[in-house]
C-alpha cells in the first residue's frame, strides 16, 4: 500500500506537488546565487592579474645646466620661425623646466 501520497489516480495532491514545486524552485535559486557568487569572484581574480602595472613617471630634465639653455633657445628659435604655436611652445617650454 502506498499511502495517502498517492492521492487521486496515482498523482500527488495539491500540496505535495507545491512542496516539491517550492523544493525544486529554492534549490535553483540557492544554485543560481553562488554560481553568480563564484563568476564574480573569479573575474576579480582575474582582472587583478590582468590589470597592467602603472607607467613610470615621466624623467624630468634638470632644471639648470647647458644642455637646458640649448634646448630652450632651440624652442625659442622654432616659436619665432612659427613651427610652434604659442600653446605649443608654452607645454614644451614647461615640461623643459620640469614644471
Known amino acids: 500500500m502506498?499511502?495517502?501520497?498517492?492521492?487521486?489516480?496515482g498523482r500527488p495532491g495539491l500540496v505535495g506537488t507545491a512542496a516539491r514545486t517550492a523544493v525544486v524552485a529554492g534549490t535553483a535559486t540557492a544554485v543560481s546565487g553562488r554560481v553568480a557568487r563564484h563568476q564574480a569572484?573569479?573575474?576579480?581574480?582575474e582582472e587583478a592579474v590582468a590589470a597592467p602595472p602603472p607607467p613610470p613617471p615621466p624623467a624630468q630634465a634638470p632644471a639648470?645646466?647647458?644642455?637646458?639653455?640649448?634646448?630652450?633657445?632651440?624652442l625659442a628659435?622654432?616659436?619665432e620661425q612659427g613651427?610652434?604655436?604659442?600653446?605649443?611652445?608654452?607645454v614644451a617650454k614647461s615640461r623643459l623646466l620640469g614644471l
Not at 2 to 9: E, H, P
Not at 41 to 45: F, H, L, S
Request: glycine share 12%.
Open 2 to 9: 502506498l499511502g495517502r501520497r498517492l492521492a487521486r489516480g
Open 77 to 79: 628659435q622654432l616659436h
Open 41 to 45: 569572484e573569479k573575474a576579480a581574480a
Open 64 to 74: 639648470g645646466g647647458s644642455d637646458a639653455i640649448a634646448n630652450l633657445e632651440r
Open 83 to 90: 613651427a610652434l604655436s604659442d600653446a605649443e611652445f608654452a
